[in-house]
């Protein structure tokens, strides 16, 4: 018999390939928490296609109440901060706290996260927030490295074969006016 682990899943391609990867070794549990997606048309979205890629893989699938005002609280002084620092290590704190509860919740012993997939998460900092989540609940962390062996490559190349949603920012409204000043500049350098 297979080991139940919760996923904690951040968008579909990541949790495509990461399902693909852990679905013949572990009894998955999909578990979409995101509070700091926004707006809510875009966590509509990632919602509905990572509930798709549940489905084509027959695993089970929740999704945590749509909460962003306990994202805005939980990075609140932190906001001016840039991607990949401290407001950064809050929103992880926030998601995998809520996972590890979930995980309690249910009875799973273990759970972990497709955000390691991203080359642009800092691995070191989703442990800490992982392990710590973990402690609260009294569940196991699981350390997985999923960029690994050209993981993103084929998240990418397998989100593609499924027809899937790729964002071209983190969720957040802060990464989503950082990305929009990026393509400013970059249009402006071409005029």
Partial sequence: MKPPLLL??????????????????????????????????????????????????????????????????????????P??????????????????????????PAFTTVMSISPHKRITMLNEAGESAAAAFKVIYRRFDFKKRDGFKKSVTLGRKLGLYRQDYCGCRLSRDERDERLHLKTSRRS
């Fill in 83 to 108: 991607e990949g620092g401290e407001r950064c290590r809050r929103c992880f704190a926030l998601r995998l706290w809520r996972s590890a509860r979930f995980c309690a919740d249910i009875g799973f």
């Fill in 8 to 81: 904690h899943i951040c968008c579909a391609p990541d949790e495509a390939w990461v399902v693909n990867t852990l679905n013949d070794a572990y009894s998955l549990h999909c578990y979409f928490c995101n509070p700091n997606i926004s707006p809510e048309g875009e966590y509509r979205l990632r919602l509905a296609e990572a509930q798709r890629v549940a489905l084509h893989f027959n695993v089970p699938f929740t999704a945590d109440t749509y909460d962003p005002v306990s994202w805005e609280t939980a990075i609140a002084p932190f906001a001016v901060t």
